[in-house]
C-alpha cells in the first residue's frame, strides 16, 4: 500500500468516522492511546496486518497487541478467565495488555498472534481510542507507530516524522498522558510479568494477591520478539551517568543541571510521561546521549527497561 501522503484526521466526530472507515477498508490508521501512538489495522485482515509490518520494517515473528473496545468484545477472541476478570476490573480501560488462549473460531489474522496459540489484548483509556474502537466494532492490531527499533511516538507529529507517506492517516489527539507502552501479563500459566510499562507491577500483584513471575534482569526475550536493542535514538546511550562527557548530551532525573530533565521533582509517573518526547529531543541534536540513574520501583522499571533497550548494541 502506497500513499502520498498521510492524512490528519482531527479529534471530532467526523475524523473518528474517518478512521473506523479507512480501518473497514484495510487501510492503516495511527492513533493515539494512553500510552503511546499506536499504528492501526483490523486483526482479521492479513492484509491489512501485513502492510502494519511493512511501514514499521517490523521483523514479522514480532506478535502484536488486538485493541478492543471492552470485555465483551475481546471475549469473542480469547477464552476468558477469572483472573482476567480481576485484572479488568481493577485496571482497564488502561495501560494493561492480557496475554490469553485464543478461543475457537477466532478469526485473528496469524500474522497478529505470529502463530502462537494466545492473543494480547487491550482496553485503551484515551477518549479517541475507545471512540475509534466502538465506531469500528472489531479488534485492531496497533503497535506502537514508529520505525521498527526507533523512539515510541507520544505526538502526532513523532508519527508523521517516523511514518508520514507510509500510511493512511494519523488521528490526532495531542500527547499521551501515560507515554510508556502497557505492561503485558501472561496469564496463560501462572501470572507472568512478560514486558513492564506503564501499570506498575506492584499495583498489579496488590489485585491478583499473589506475585508475578519475572525473568531475570537481562534476558532479551520476556514477550516474543522484544528485541533487546529498540527504541534506539541515532546517537550512542550511556546510562547511570552523574555528568555529561565529551560531545554528550545529558538526560536527567531529579533536581540537577543537564539537557533535559524527566522529573525535576524525581517523579517517576511525570518521567515515564516526559521519557519518549524528551529522547526525541535530544536524538534531533544528533550527540550521543547520557542518561543519570532512575530508580527501579513502581513505574521506574519500565522506563529503566526502555533506557537498557535504547543504551543496547544495535546490531543484535
Ligand atoms: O501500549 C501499548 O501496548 C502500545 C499501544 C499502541 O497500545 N502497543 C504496543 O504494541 O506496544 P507493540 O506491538 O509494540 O508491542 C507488543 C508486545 C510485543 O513485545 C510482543 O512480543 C508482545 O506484545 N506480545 C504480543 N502478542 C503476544 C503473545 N501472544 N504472547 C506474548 N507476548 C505477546
Ligand atoms: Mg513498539
Not at 177 to 191: A, C, K, M
Not at 229 to 244: E, F, I, K, L, N
Not at 260 to 289: C, K, Q
Amino acid at each position: 500500500m502506497h500513499h502520498n501522503e498521510t492524512s490528519r484526521l482531527t479529534a471530532d466526530r467526523a475524523g473518528i468516522a474517518r478512521a473506523a472507515e479507512l480501518l473497514r477498508a484495510g487501510e492503516l490508521v495511527a492513533f493515539p492511546t494512553e500510552t503511546v501512538y499506536g499504528l492501526g489495522g483490523d486483526a482479521r485482515n492479513g492484509r491489512a496486518v501485513a502492510a502494519i509490518y511493512a511501514a514499521k520494517g517490523r521483523p514479522s515473528f514480532n506478535p502484536l497487541i488486538a485493541h478492543v473496545a471492552d470485555v465483551e468484545t475481546a471475549s469473542r477472541y480469547v477464552i476468558w478467565t477469572e483472573a482476567a476478570d480481576k485484572l479488568a476490573s481493577a485496571f482497564w480501560p488502561g495501560p494493561l495488555t492480557l496475554v490469553l488462549p485464543l478461543r475457537e473460531g477466532h478469526g485473528i489474522s496469524e500474522l497478529v498472534t505470529a502463530g502462537l496459540d494466545t492473543l494480547a489484548v487491550r482496553v485503551p483509556a484515551h477518549p479517541l481510542a475507545q471512540a475509534l474502537l466502538a465506531a469500528f466494532g472489531g479488534p485492531v492490531a496497533a503497535p506502537s507507530a514508529n520505525p521498527s527499533g526507533r523512539i515510541s511516538p507520544t505526538t502526532a507529529a513523532h508519527v508523521h516524522a517516523g511514518l508520514d507517506g507510509r500510511i493512511a492517516a494519523v488521528l490526532d489527539g495531542g500527547s499521551c498522558g501515560v507515554g510508556l507502552e502497557s505492561t503485558i501479563i501472561g496469564l496463560n500459566g501462572n501470572p507472568a510479568l512478560l514486558r513492564p510499562g506503564g501499570l506498575a507491577a506492584e499495583e498489579i500483584e496488590a489485585v491478583l494477591g499473589q506475585p508475578l513471575t519475572r525473568h531475570a534482569t537481562g534476558d532479551a526475550v520476556s514477550a516474543p520478539g522484544q528485541l533487546l536493542s529498540h527504541y534506539a535514538p541515532r546517537g550512542a546511550v550511556r546510562m547511570g551517568a552523574s555528568a555529561a562527557q565529551g560531545n554528550e548530551v545529558l538526560l536527567g532525573f531529579g533536581p540537577m543541571a543537564c539537557d533535559e530533565n524527566l522529573s525535576p521533582t524525581g517523579d517517576l509517573t511525570e518521567a515515564a510521561a516526559n521519557l519518549f518526547a524528551a529522547l526525541h529531543r535530544l536524538d534531533a541534536t544528533g550527540r550521543p546521549i547520557a542518561v543519570a540513574p532512575v530508580p527501579e520501583h513502581g513505574l521506574g522499571a519500565a522506563i529503566n527497561d526502555r533506557l537498557r533497550r535504547a543504551a543496547a548494541p544495535r546490531d543484535s
